[in-house]
């Protein structure tokens, strides 16, 4: 990116030809770099398909990740002898042997170093070490780029959500976690990202909250009132509704109020108890460095009675019993968008959403990250939302991104001791306080400053926590364990952030600083001769399709699962080859190996960038 803009403007300067060729060649190389080995090797099979069957129309040729010393496969053989099928040939060759005609057709190039067939049919390739050598140089001298993605899209990611006067529940940290995540992997490849927290701050609950409000603090409208524990006020406001029938008609009478907006001293104290809630949310949204744009349902409160008529005049609704509802094709359950009472649900002011955000917020892609349980929700409420031409499939993408509950260490769900649920804040303090502990089991104390031990704490803490949710594949449950977490041996963030430090502590070893070894990478080649070094370069130039994979499929684990490859496979580099070699004797440093300086240097920016995809910060010292 860097490089093509300085490019643009040295040619904007010059106002000639000879700028206006820079800037191409520029780009071109900087496409190149961002051009990822899968997609080379597609193109290449594509080619050798079409030199082997011309007139076969195969469709997208498939090629993955290898596994056990492959390095890429393709099953195209499958899909052309499915083609051939069709396409009337009446006993088309083995798979095998299609592979083979395939292999033969591959045209010279200088990505395949060997291939073979293997299993019913695949083609099985390894790449050639000076392509990775060479792409290893390009990342070491333009920075880790992103993969390229077909164009740019505004995309509204829906995350967090949590709802006032309610506890944040470890569901919401998923969403939070999750949601973040995703943002910034989005934002990353080039996308236009508008983060949204959908609150819940709107509803009947806020009748008794307010009424409540203006009994205990009378002085509202004057002082703010010190609400310390919303929880509580909710609780006592809900047994005042339940046992005091005057109680309940002054609640019902100010719901009324805030919804027709009529009361301005209701709007005050509604805004006075989200206000309350607000704050506790922001200190969690600082403690693990979340952004947000708050639009809550309450954002959509005007939209709704137009949206309603909107829906009976393309004659959607159906009246229920006084409430309107919205049956949508093959679902029996209907949506309800207006209750007997003539109030709004959580479903019209999703409905709301979907067409506000797609027609004033011009999205091409809502992605909402909500929990599994609410998987029914949204598969009526985009199914009614294309019924009403709210959006088109073809050109808007909306997607549910669900996830499990977070369990206990017992598998049940995620309590305290005493059965209550578990506030995130002491969650998260708790955490502050283990990793802490750990650090000083390890005896850091007595080498990190007061500083870096404080940046270390937090850096494992709410890395590890961030890393146990995103690790696990988000569709299932997952047990949250401190223990677990903050093992230095698995896959964890933990580990992750010493194999990091144990990269920078080479550099401080040698007397190098990292911009000066980057410049030597236009000078020093990465020689890839060691089996080991051989791989880690593999690995290192992995990471854009690995993202690639990542946002396609919307599965951060994938990401955290090439992390924990990178730095699995770097410590086994570390362990079998010397970067610095010293005298046995003296201690003093002998002779430095510069190709595998660069090599560490190269995976610690691919880890850096992986980290701050996932949200965990980095410690150069731990
Ligand atoms: N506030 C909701 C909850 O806690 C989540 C909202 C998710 N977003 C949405 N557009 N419905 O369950």
Known sequence: ????????????????????????????????????????????????????????????????????????????????????????????????????????????????????????????????????????????????????????????????????A??????????????ESICRM?????????????????????????AHLKDKFPNYLSESPPIGDLQKFYKESKKRFDEEPEFKKRAYDDVVALQRGTNPDVRKAWQLICDVSRKEFQIIYEMLDITLVERGESFYQPMMPDVVKDLQEKGL??????????????????LTVEKSDGGFTYDTSDMAAVKHRVEEGKADWVIYVVDSGQAHHFKLIFSAAKEAKYYDPVKVRLDHVGFGLVLGEDKKKFKTRSGDTVRLVDLLNEGLQRAMEKLKAKGRDKELSADEMEAAQRAVAFGCVKYADLSHCRINDYVFSYDKMLDDRGNTAVYLLYAYTRANAIYRLAGIDRDSLRKEASSVPVVLDHPKELKLGKCIIQFQETLDRTLKELYPHLLCEYMYELATTFTEFYDACYCIEKDKETGKIVSINKSRLLLCEATAMVMTQGFQLLGIKPVTKM
């Not at 309610?166 to 949601?179: A, F």
């Not at 990353?188 to 983060?195: E, P």
């Not at 609704?317 to 209907?334: A, L, S």
């Open 1 to 164: 990116m860097c490089v093509a803009r300085c490019g643009s403007s040295v040619a904007a300067q010059r106002g000639d030809s000879e700028g206006a060729r820079a800037v191409l060649y520029d780009q071109r190389l900087m496409e190149d770099d961002r051009k990822t080995v899968l997609i080379r090797l597609t193109k290449l099979l594509e080619r050798a398909i079409s030199a082997s069957y011309p007139e076969l129309d195969v469709g997208t040729v498939s090629v993955q990740p290898g596994k056990k010393g492959v390095d890429y496969q393709s099953n195209c053989a499958m899909a052309i002898a499915k083609a051939l099928k069709t396409s009337g040939v009446k006993d088309p060759p083995q798979p095998r042997e299609i592979a083979e005609i395939v292999r033969k057709n591959i045209p010279p190039n200088d990505i395949v170093e060997s291939s073979q067939i293997t299993g019913p049919g695949f083609i099985s390739v390894q790449i050639k070490p000076p392509l990775v050598s060479r792409l290893v140089t390009q990342r070491l001298i333009n920075g880790v780029q992103p993969p390229l993605v077909d164009r740019q899209l505004r995309v509204i990611v829906d995350f967090s959500s949590p709802n006032i």
């Open 166 to 179: 309610k506890e944040m529940h470890v569901g919401h940290l998923r969403s939070t976690i999750i949601g």
């Open 186 to 210: 989005l934002e990353y490849v080039g996308h236009d990202v508008l983060r949204l927290n959908h609150i819940g701050d709107w509803g009947t609950q806020f009748g008794m909250l307010i």
């Open 317 to 334: 609704v159906q009246n229920d019993e006084g409430r309107k509802v919205v049956f949508v094709p093959n679902e029996t359950v209907p």
